[in-house]
């Protein structure tokens, strides 16, 4: 973001920021497999929603399409994507190929990420790569984009235009160094944020006073990254077993006190109230809502929230 | 010093089902030290084959022999000769992984068979208790990170900082047994006021020193010249 007038990728998600739009992001996980219709009912339930949807890279480590397929599907379907990419399965030379590939195909808006440890995926015999972590990547993505080099030096045969994202979890430890990467991701090249899910309000209203003390929000576009929670159980679950999430017992006790047919409604009723919250945040440039397998909700979430129609 | 754990009883003995004379050999070095591989392993090893064998009615000889180091020639030297001259038709070590190389490479036709399996270099914790604290990368970087080391010590080698599974200073792929290696580096930096490093990007990292180079080896010129 050091210079707001030029664009960077010309991505539909760079427009929006730059001209000062509150931004909308999903998420749309790609099938466990070549189902492309699956894909495409995705596709139609959030299209004309958000300004982006994320296109998740192996998420969790259990094998899906690869981000850039799907990105490519929703590329020519009309709807924009942010690839995700994780260094986890690809060292520099298939990362740089990825991105090749990735902007080849249409795809202009990327975000890096180190990715989850295979221990929790569906392969956990798998051996991991990690060859970079996801603070090199944005600058080995930066260096081709900006100076027209691979990480060795050698020149790119035409460029590539792609506006870079990294992730941020505020609710991780150490707390105090939790800014400080991000002020590191940001000077490795990334050009908006999506944080994780928060629940913990106080928790990222301080995260973002420090960002903002640290001037890190006039650099990057912080997006923050909402859950709805479908049922007490799942408050639970993740406040349980996600490392570096941790849902108020405030939260959990309001959804248990709603009878079962009745605790998806208020789980989005939680959620339009926290993008209410975030909206009040100074530094905040956007949401990214990640309604996981229930993107079937996307256009209803977005309407409530007065997000329509997307600018 | 290099750890490594037994292999399962059934699978050593597997290896052993079609020889007679089977001669086991222990090394005094690091396997001795986290009690995988030394003196009183062999023994416990070779009296459980020959009870284990002699409950399936076959009278296998097995023979006993620890030597005090197995990476080095002039200890090794022996068991060569003894393999020869005690007619052994196959040989179980309970060295590290370089150990059982070093024997194949000079077994001729006798076959050798790892009795453990390597796991890491690390230190002894406390009593019994043995952790991995290098990753032999041929390039050590533990100058940045207050001399703790992320190549072998984060679950995803991370060079700049914990991941989003740090919490409570424990590492999310095993927090009941794993320390976050950044809340230690951390911690540590900050004990030595040396908290600003941290600000620092780390580059990606050269891994033509470690094993993805290539074999490696080394050769130390003073004393190499005088072969």
């Known amino acids: 973001m050091s210079d707001k007038s030029v664009m960077k990728s010309g991505s539909n998600l760079e427009r929006v920021l730059t001209s000062g739009h509150f931004a909308v992001t999903c998420e749309c996980g790609p099938p466990k497999g070549a189902d492309v219709e699956h894909l495409q009912k995705k596709i139609e339930l959030i299209r004309g929603c958000v300004d982006a949807a994320n296109v998740t890279d192996n998420q969790t480590a259990v094998v899906r399409m690869s981000s850039i397929a799907a990105g490519a599907i929703m590329v020519r379907s009309g709807v924009e994507p942010v690839m995700q990419m994780v260094t986890r399965d690809r060292n520099r030379i298939a990362a740089q190929s990825d991105i090749f590939g990735a902007y080849a195909l249409g795809i202009r808006n990327m975000l890096c990420l180190t990715g989850d440890h295979q221990i929790f995926g569906n392969h956990p015999m798998a051996k991991n790569v990690f060859d970079l972590d996801s603070i090199q990547l944005l600058d080995v993505v930066r260096t081709i984009r900006d100076k027209g080099t691979v990480n060795c030096g050698d020149p790119v045969e035409g460029g590539i235009r792609m506006f870079l994202g990294a992730a941020a979890n505020p609710f991780a430890d150490p707390f105090e160094f939790r800014v400080i990467r991000l002020a590191k991701k940001i000077r490795a090249g990334a050009d908006f944020i999506q944080t994780q899910c928060i629940y913990d309000m106080g928790r990222f209203r301080e995260f973002m006073k420090m960002a903002c003390d640290m001037g890190l929000d006039g650099q990057c576009y912080i997006l923050a990254g909402l859950t709805p929670l479908k ?81 | 010093m290099i750890v490594a754990d037994p292999k399962p009883f059934g699978q050593v003995k597997g290896y052993l089902e079609n020889f007679e004379r089977i001669l086991i050999v222990g090394c005094g070095a690091c396997t001795t030290v986290c009690l995988a591989g030394g003196e009183a392993e062999v023994r416990l090893l070779a009296s ?180």
């Open chain 2, 48 to 227: 459980g084959m020959r009870i284990a064998f002699g409950r399936d009615g076959q009278s296998k000889t097995i023979l006993e022999d620890c030597v005090q180091r197995q990476c080095d020639v002039e200890f090794v030297l022996p068991v060569l000769s003894r393999v020869d001259n005690e007619k052994i038709d196959a040989v179980v070590t309970i060295a590290c992984g370089v150990g059982v190389n070093f024997l194949a490479d000079r077994l001729g036709k006798t076959p050798v068979f790892p009795g453990l399996n390597t796991t890491f270099y690390g230190a002894g914790m406390e009593p019994g208790l043995w952790a991995e604290m290098c990753a032999g990368c041929g390039e050590c970087m533990t100058a940045l990170t207050g001399g703790i080391c992320p190549v072998a010590r984060c679950s995803k080698h991370l060079l700049n900082g914990p991941c989003g599974g740090s919490e409570k200073g424990k590492c999310e792929v095993d927090p009941a047994n794993i320390d976050c290696v950044w809340q230690l580096i951390y911690d540590r930096l900050k004990r030595l006021g040396r908290l600003d490093d941290l600000q620092n990007i780390i580059a990606p990292k050269d891994w033509r020193t470690a094993a993805d180079g290539g074999v490696r080896r080394t050769i130390r010129e003073h004393l190499y010249k005088l072969r």
């Open chain 1, 231 to 311: 049922s007490a159980g799942m408050a639970a679950y993740m406040n349980k077993n996600v490392s570096g999430i941790s849902v108020p017992d405030e939260i959990i006790n309001r959804i248990r006190g709603v009878p079962k047919g009745n605790q998806a409604e208020e789980g989005i009723n939680i959620l339009l109230e926290q993008i209410g919250q975030v909206r009040e945040i100074r530094g905040v440039a956007g949401v990214h809502i990640m309604a996981i397998e229930w993107e079937e909700r996307i256009r209803e979430i977005t309407e409530r929230a007065g997000f329509l129609p997307r600018p």
